[in-house]
């Protein structure tokens, strides 16, 4: 088969920021993928509307990579949910990603601010 | 993605549905708790979420692996097209299984001939030793590898220091019978540390020691292979301690070796081993333990740790002076022990064990690969040509597929798929095939006298062998026409409607494949018509006697104790008795039959007629007795033939053959002339008058050039041995004359031995090779023939379906049949006559190849080479002309209204 386009995906957001909004908000401890679109929504002040469901490919990546683990726990309002978990690689990972992104955030302020420097 | 989420892909979705499914009713609740209806509240949050089922199969993608799936639907379509086409899927299966399976099957045998190693331990450590060049030795050889005498033998084995241990071995045939018809087992003299330094452990028993190989150790045990006890003993243990009789002589079972040793000749098996030492109890007088002109053992040592075979063979040549030195046989003239002297020892890789077998077949079974692999090749072209004309009738399909997206590699897979389909299944069927067709040669090479054992389950060299070839002829059958059907432009191929583009690539290249197909398979016609007019050659050949009727009987004394002195008369009343046998027309001792294997041979000297002698010549020699002339049916030219009057004290005498005469005496008429044969410095010599002259005979094979041969007169034998042999000539039917003969010896004494030979049998064995080689090259040459043919029909009936319009046009304007099926043959034609140069060319560089196994012609024969090209251009014309009439059968009217 040809190379497909992916359906749907990160719409608005910068390809891979999606993976390091994930791994951010799995800092604070594990949590399933609602509460983890709802915090992203939020901790961005409202700013950036996931499509909740292109969440799901992204946890499913990033599990396949190591750097999440999933298990089923029952939510505040006793509903079974699927709990994410940030692993020592997913950690890792993170401390890689943000940096790359602090990187990216300057060499674009650079460019748009030259009278900065 | 891995291998694991791929293959739990199902699971995974599931698990994403659940996951989902949570999401939503927890979106769900909120929505409920900030007051909207239950149903708003699912709608609002379904909203917020997107598309579920877009989400659960973009999941899904991430999880696929796509080679494998495409390659199993690729598979399943290309099974489903074989099955849609059954004659096709039988034709190419069939030709590729036979072309796979005669290929795995030669190569089995060369396989168990020649790459195998010895079943025994570290067969890599194992070093032959022998006498470098091997060429002038003088003396008496016995036994299938007369590398050393006994002698040295012992020298060897005191001095070496480059084996942690060395064995010797010889051949021997024992018979089992205590009188009468014989009946043999395979024998082998071993060194007493032969088991030890092979490594070989006893399935049962023990095997011999050391100790018990010391001169004067009578016949203290025997070994017998495994197969010799299931036969003999049906696999009893109570075999251990029992009796055999060999030659007449008991002797006791000690052990019994695994099932997989043969010992250390490729091709046979042995029967019983028994200590070198006990040679003694066998041969008596004659025992070559003491014999330093008897050359009868060959050796093999396991290298000491860290020893090349190179380096044990400068060790040996170092100390060669040395044993040759201290092994001189008594009996050589002093030009010969120079040459003795001269002599050095080496030693070679020994790990693959000896096989005369192997030294005779080695070539053949090269030449017969050669003509498989090539057969294969045809078979391959013409699946290639047959792939191609299916590739071309689905150019549209294809064309359509290209211009919708599919990438031409994507379509090049699924049409090799199925020719991998193909390739499989005829590699299967090749490989059960194999199995048979091996056996079936070496059950055809086999005779009565030579069995051949040779071990021949398939291993991971055949396997890997006959997966290369699936490869190899799936990529060569599959590839070309794969990426040929879709060169095309998508465009080009969809103007050209349903016709196809004429003279596009494909046609080409299917001329192309038959003009190499026809210039093949005259390449392996001219090849087999070769073997087969070389075996009528030797069949028909005149070895200066009558072949039919003759019946040769070996009789073994020994065991009967006549005597000495009466052995001369024992052997005349043999003589007559056999004579007064019914229906025996004549009988006569022999020394040697003709082309039985037994040679004599010895340098002579003319007795100058001014008394001086003339210079040594070397002739051969038998010993026969009166009426054997007559009995073979050999003319004698002049003088007479042997009588009473040539006994034991009378002058001696001779008789030779016309090559005796005008090689040594300028073809002048021989009787009355005498000559001397050279003997050692104890041996009396005499003089031979020569009383008669008979027609050439060959000696011992029927493809050596004529022989000079002395016979000289069994009843003037100095020595007369305790072995007799006659030759009877005689109407009756085998089985009744062996009958009689039994009788007519056994009233004489039981105790005699007796073996039948039918002469033409025996000579027709000796041909065994050569006739295999005529058939099996006549089949495979008639099969590439064939592929062949079928190959031309297909393509010249193809310009005929792409030309029905054009020959509609043709005959519209007054062509008749005759013009049109011209037209068709002249591309026939063309095709032929570039295919039958490019093969006569082919025939002409490489049949050289083959010249050292024919026999009275030349590997550039020019009948033969042209007896193929008529025999070819003749099919190929016939092939032709079926389509070229289809052609000219067109009606004009429906062929152009088909545009």
């Not at chain 1, 749907?8 to 891979?16: C, F, N, P, T, V």
């Not at chain 2, 026999?855 to 024969?861: A, R, V, W």
């Given at each position: 088969m040809a190379k497909r386009t992916k359906p749907?995906?990160?719409?608005?957001?910068?390809?891979?920021t999606l993976d390091l909004l994930v791994l951010r908000t799995l800092v604070l401890g594990p949590a399933h993928g609602y509460s983890i679109a709802q915090a992203i929504e939020r901790g961005s002040r409202e700013v950036l509307q996931v499509e909740q469901g292109s969440l799901y490919p992204a946890l499913h990546r990033l599990e396949d990579r190591g750097w999440i683990a999933s298990f089923w726990g029952t939510s505040e309002n006793n509903r079974k949910a699927k709990y994410y978990r940030l692993t020592p690689a997913g950690k890792r990972q993170l401390a890689a990603e943000t940096s790359r992104w602090e990187q990216l955030v300057r060499a674009v302020g650079h460019i748009l601010y030259p009278a900065e420097e | 993605m891995g291998w694991g989420r791929y293959l739990r892909r199902r699971w995974w979705d599931e698990e994403r549905a659940r996951e989902i499914e949570a999401h939503l009713a927890l979106a769900t609740d909120e929505n409920l708790a900030r007051g909207m209806t239950p149903e708003a509240a699912r709608a609002a949050a379904l909203r917020k979420f997107g598309n579920p089922a877009r989400v659960r199969e973009e999941i899904y993608f991430m999880n696929s692996l796509s080679w494998p799936e495409n390659a199993l639907r690729d598979l399943r379509h290309g099974a489903r097209l074989l099955r849609l086409n059954p004659g096709f899927t039988l034709v190419a299966v069939l030709s590729l299984s036979l072309g796979i399976g005669a290929n795995a099957a030669i190569f089995q045998l060369l396989d168990a001939l020649r790459l195998r190693s010895l079943p025994v331990a570290k067969p890599q450590e194992l070093a032959e030793v022998r006498i470098i060049g091997q060429t002038s030795r003088t003396g008496s050889f016995n036994g299938r590898y007369p590398q050393l005498t006994y002698a040295q033998w012992e020298q060897i084995r005191e001095h070496q220091e480059a084996f942690s241990g060395v064995l010797a071995w010889s051949a021997q045939r024992f018979n089992l019978s205590p009188g009468g018809e014989e009946r043999y087992a395979q024998g082998m003299f071993v060194s007493g540390d032969f088991f030890r330094v092979l490594g070989v452990t006893p399935a049962l028993g023990r095997v011999l020691n050391a100790d018990e190989d010391r001169r004067g150790c009578g016949l203290p045990g025997a070994v017998i292979s495994h197969s010799f006890w299931q036969r003999e003993f049906q696999g009893s243990p109570t075999a251990l301690g029992s009796k055999l009789l060999l030659n007449g002589h008991p002797v006791e079972v000690i052990g019994v070796t695994p099932p997989n040793f043969f010992g250390v000749e490729v091709g046979r098996t042995y029967d019983v081993a028994v200590p070198l030492c006990a040679e003694a109890v066998f041969g008596g007088t004659d025992s070559r333990l003491d014999r330093r002109q008897g050359w009868w053992l060959a050796a093999l040592g396991r290298l000491k740790p860290g020893w090349s075979p190179q380096r044990a063979g400068a060790h040996l040549e170092a100390i060669s002076p040395a044993i040759f030195e201290a092994t001189v046989p008594e009996t050589y003239r002093p030009d010969d022990v120079s040459k003795y002297l001269g002599f050095k020892l080496t030693a070679v890789p020994g790990g693959s064990g000896f096989s005369s077998l192997r030294a005779n077949s080695e070539r053949p079974l090269w030449v017969l690969l050669a003509i498989t692999g090539l057969v294969l090749l045809i078979a391959c072209a013409n699946l290639a040509n047959l792939l191609l004309a299916r590739a071309s009738a689905r150019e549209r399909e294809l064309a359509i597929r290209l211009a919708l997206g599919a990438s031409r590699g994507r379509l090049v897979r699924q049409l090799l798929a199925e020719s991998l389909l193909l390739a499989a299944l005829g590699a299967a069927l090749g490989a059960a095939l194999a199995q048979l067709l091996s056996r079936f040669l070496v059950a055809s090479l086999a005779t009565q006298g030579n069995q051949i054992f040779l071990d021949l389950d398939p291993n991971w060299r055949v396997f890997g062998f006959i997966a290369g070839l699936a490869i190899l002829t799936c990529l060569l059958f599959g590839l070309t026409p794969a990426l040929g059907a879709t060169r095309t432009s998508p465009g080009a191929a969809l103007k050209a409607g349903g016709r196809g583009l004429a003279g596009s690539g494909g046609s080409g290249l299917r001329r192309l494949l038959v003009v190499s197909q026809v210039a093949l398979s005259l390449l392996l016609l001219v090849g087999a018509l070769l073997f087969v007019r070389s075996f009528q050659n030797l069949a028909t050949l005149d070895a200066g006697f009558r072949r039919e009727g003759l019946l040769a009987a070996s009789l073994d004394l020994r065991r009967a104790d006549f005597p000495a002195e009466r052995l001369l008369a024992v052997q005349r009343d043999l003589t007559e008795r056999l004579r007064a046998l019914p229906g025996v027309e004549s009988a006569a001792e022999v020394a040697i039959v003709p082309m039985s294997g037994s040679a004599w041979n010895n340098n002579i000297r003319i007795d100058g007629s001014a008394g001086q002698e003339g210079s040594a010549t070397l002739s051969n020699f038998n010993q026969v007795g009166p009426g054997y002339f007559r009995t073979m049916g050999t003319p004698l030219l002049g003088g007479r033939d042997f009588d009473e009057r040539d006994a034991a004290t009378s002058p001696k005498v001779a008789i030779v053959n016309e090559t005796f005469s005008r090689r040594f005496l300028n073809g002048a008429n021989p009787v009355g002339r005498r000559f001397r044969i050279e003997v050692g410095p104890k041996e009396t010599d005499h003089l031979y008058e020569i009383i008669g002259l008979v027609k050439d005979t060959k000696y011992r094979s029927l493809r050596e050039e004529l022989t000079p041969i002395a016979f000289l007169a069994a009843a003037q034998d100095d020595e007369p041995g305790r072995f007799a042999q006659f030759v009877l000539r005689s109407p009756a039917s085998l089985g009744a004359l062996t009958a009689a003969v039994k009788k007519a010896v056994a009233e004489v004494n039981p105790a005699i031995g007796i073996q039948f030979q039918s002469v033409q049998t025996q000579i027709w064995e000796t041909l065994l090779q050569e006739r295999l080689m005529a058939m099996l090259s006549s089949f495979f040459g008639f099969l590439a023939g064939l592929l062949a043919m079928i190959g031309l029909y297909g393509v010249i009936s193809y310009a005929v379906s792409r030309r029905t319009n054009e020959i509609g046009i043709r005959m519209a304007l007054g062509a008749d049949r005759r013009v049109v099926v011209r037209l068709i043959l002249r591309e026939a034609v063309a095709l032929l006559s570039v295919g039958l140069a490019a093969g006569i060319l082919l025939s002409l560089a490489s049949t050289k190849m083959v010249s050292s196994m024919l026999?009275?012609?030349?590997?550039?024969?020019p009948v033969t080479i042209g007896l193929a090209v008529a025999i070819l251009a003749g099919v190929g014309l016939a092939a032709s002309y079926l389509p070229a009439r289809r052609a000219a059968g067109v009606d004009p009217m429906e062929a152009l209204r088909a545009e």
């Open positions: 749907g995906g990160q719409g608005d957001l910068l390809q891979g | 026999f009275g012609l030349q590997p550039y024969d």
